[in-house]
Nanobody, 120 residues
């Protein structure tokens, strides 16, 4: 059974930082690119970032480029999202996802999400 479990969310002031983690199990982690997707209250899902299976290439939405860094540890079956210089518009539920079509950024499994709230 594929499982993705996110952690590390919380409440932070604007300008602060958080590091999200996602622990994967139930599949061969090194066979898949991984991504982070977020959903703000009342809005649809927004693709945030993606990393390829070999931990070589990373991609970011323009809204987070230069502030967020995605990484993975294939030995630990984990993917991370370091978020710096957080803004109120970064508030949302952040999901880790398993990517099945890299160019299309299409995912087939998501975790339960971890809440990030940026507020003063």
């Amino acid at each position: 059974e594929v499982q993705l479990v996110e952690s590390g969310g919380g409440m932070v002031q604007p300008g602060g930082s958080l590091r999200l983690s996602c622990a994967a199990s139930g599949f061969t982690f090194t066979s898949y690119d991984m991504s982070w997707v977020r959903q703000a209250p009342g809005k649809g899902p927004e693709w945030v970032s993606q990393i390829n299976r070999r931990n070589i290439s990373t991609y970011y939405a323009d809204s987070v480029k230069g502030r967020f860094t995605i990484s993975r540890d294939n030995a630990k079956n984990s993917v991370y999202l370091q978020m710096n210089s957080l803004k109120p518009e970064d508030t949302g539920l952040y999901y880790c996802a398993r990517v099945v079509q890299s160019i299309a950024r299409k995912a087939d499994y998501w975790g339960q999400g971890t809440q990030v709230t940026v507020s003063s």
